[in-house]
């Protein structure tokens, strides 16, 4: 009876995993997970119009409150005061004072140069710092202009009527009953197809013929991957795409950033080696592709690094390398300070934008406060992953023109093509204090303008 069962489900499973590799294979869509997003994207409109329209009910109601109290309250005093609203700007910026009267001349107290007023400036900058700064808001969930049906992104809108309260229950069921186990099997078929095909493919001993089946077990690998987070990539200016060896620089959200931009072009990829989940898969890649794995104390030595990406870069028959260049994950509003080393080693710079659509799942990974396996948890029970891709035209740097020049303009390119925040700030701010150099700058710009003025 069990063994009669077992080839009854054992059928139909091999054709949908066959089904699944076939169609990452030719890379093609039948079209489920774009109708599944544009359904989404009506649901959270209806979401939007029956939550701003229950919110208008309320702030009606209120304010027809507060005009009743009012008139209690005038037809039982007649005398009133007009009230101050404190604001950020009242307490931030400088009021106007009375003017002072005019002091003897013999006051001792004109000689005394220094007007405290000068400092304001520097006083308003920093309270607001403190407020909300350029640097700590880039490592928080990126807000919401309308609620998703998701309780991690939650406002108390999922009990605000009995419509969204069923939307909000079915949603929940399809996420965690049917999506997820779905999704956790589809990639775990990834990963054991990653592992099998490389290490058959690592046997064969024609160069030519292992580097084209590592680069097929290369993109099906993450186009499974992907297909298990539903989702929906839509890739801009194609002709820029990188096509010799050099260096594919992008902007750096999440360890999805690999998997996104693996659909379209094998990369070699560098990094430090890690255990856990990640581990084999790094391990199961480098069977037959030529990437690059640190040890932790290696990674920090910067010349055996830059030594061992000019010998990737001098073989014209590998793939480029994909780097992050901010070092760590940025919320996806802002791109950060990028680092200079994979910009001295020279060759051809492939920039990347990369922009999530942050309504059907958050895909920035906050290290400091979830693990991996807390990370992919999330996005597999989030509605899906839609985002857009940018190739850009490739950049070279120019006589005379520095590293960290050169880094800049490749980050600016690459800012204001996903519509994102150039900062100057270093993402490991997120990991340390700041530099005392930066604040002696600081010091230093202000006694300056202390002695000018």
Known sequence: MIFELLNIFWIPFAGFISFLIFISAINKSIGVRRAYVNLLLRI???????IEHQQLSQNNLKTDDTNSVQFVDNADSKESTNGTTITR??????????????????????????????????????????????????????????????????????????????????????????????????????????????????????????????????????????????????????????????????????????????????????????????????RALARASPHIWFERGEAK???????????????????????FPEGTCINNTSVMQFKKGSFEVG?????????YDPRFGDAFWNSAKYSMMQYLYMMMTSWAIVCDVWYLPPMYRQDGESAIDFANRVKGVIAKQGGLIDLVWDGQLKRMKPKKEWREIQQVEFANRLKAE
């Open 89 to 282: 700007d009242a307490v931030l910026l400088p009021q106007p004072q009375e003017p002072a009267p005019e002091k003897p001349a013999s006051s001792k107290k004109e000689e005394i140069t220094f007007d405290f007023e000068k400092c304001l400036d520097y006083l308003k900058s920093g309270v607001e710092s403190i407020i909300e700064d350029d640097v700590t808001s880039r490592f928080e969930a990126e807000e919401l202009k309308s609620w998703n049906m998701l309780t991690r992104t939650n406002r108390h809108h999922e009990f605000i009527s009995w419509k969204i309260t069923l939307i909000w229950m079915v949603g929940f069921f399809v996420r965690y009953v049917f999506l997820m186990p779905l999704r956790v099997l589809v990639c775990f078929v990834g990963v054991l197809f990653a592992v099998l095909t490389n290490s058959i493919v690592a046997l064969i001993p024609n160069r030519f013929l292992r580097l084209l089946l590592a680069d097929l077990s290369f993109k099906i690998t993450f186009r499974l991957i992907a297909s298990s987070l539903s989702s929906l990539i839509k890739f801009h200016n194609k002709q820029y795409r990188p096509t010799r060896s050099g260096f594919c620089v992008a902007n750096h959200t999440s360890p999805l950033d690999v998997a996104i931009l693996s659909t379209d072009r094998t990369f070699s990829l560098i990094g430090q080696r890690h255990g856990g989940f990640l581990g084999v898969l790094q």
């Open 301 to 323: 030595d910067r010349h055996l690094v830059a030594e061992r990406l000019k010998q990737h870069v001098s073989d014209p028959n590998n793939p480029p390398i994909l780097i």
């Open 347 to 355: 060759g051809v710079i492939y920039p990347v934008a990369i922009k």
């Open 44 to 50: 959270f409109e209806y979401g939007r119009v029956s």
